[in-house]
Nanobody
Framework: QVQLVESGGGLVQPGGSLSLSCLAT????????MGWYRQAPGKQRELVAT????????NVAPAVDGRFTISRDKDKNTVFLQMTKLKPEDTAVYYC?????????????????WGQGTQVTVSS
């Protein structure tokens, strides 16, 4: 059973920094992409940043570009999000995402997986 295990998050003052990490566990043939989405109260879930695991190609939302950095350790099936210069509008539940092939066969289709979410609150 594939699971995405998130860690990090919490409460930080405006202008502060936080780091998130997400580990994909279970039997996984390959991971194409991992990343982070977020959902603020009353809003739709939105892209924060994603990275392909082999090539490291990143896609970063304009709202966080220049403040958030996504990175990955492909050997450990882990993705990281370093968040700096945090603003109150960054407050949200942050969800880890992965596009991967579960199991042991390359013939299996890609599937999307989501973590349980971790709360990030930016407030003085």
């Amino acid at each position: 059973q594939v699971q995405l295990v998130e860690s990090g998050g919490g409460l930080v003052q405006p202008g502060g920094s936080l780091s998130l990490s997400c580990l994909a566990t279970g039997t996984i043939f390959s991971i194409y992409e991992m990343g982070w989405y977020r959902q603020a109260p009353g809003k739709q879930r939105e892209l924060v940043a994603t990275t392909t695991m082999n090539a490291g190609r990143t896609n970063v939302a304009p709202a966080v570009d220049g403040r958030f950095t996504i990175s990955r350790d492909k050997d450990k099936n882990t993705v990281f999000l370093q968040m700096t210069k945090l603003k109150p509008e960054d407050t949200a539940v942050y969800y880890c995402y992965a596009d991967l092939i579960p199991g042991t066969s390359s013939w299996a289709p890609n599937e999307d997986y989501w973590g349980q979410g971790t709360q990030v609150t930016v407030s003085s």
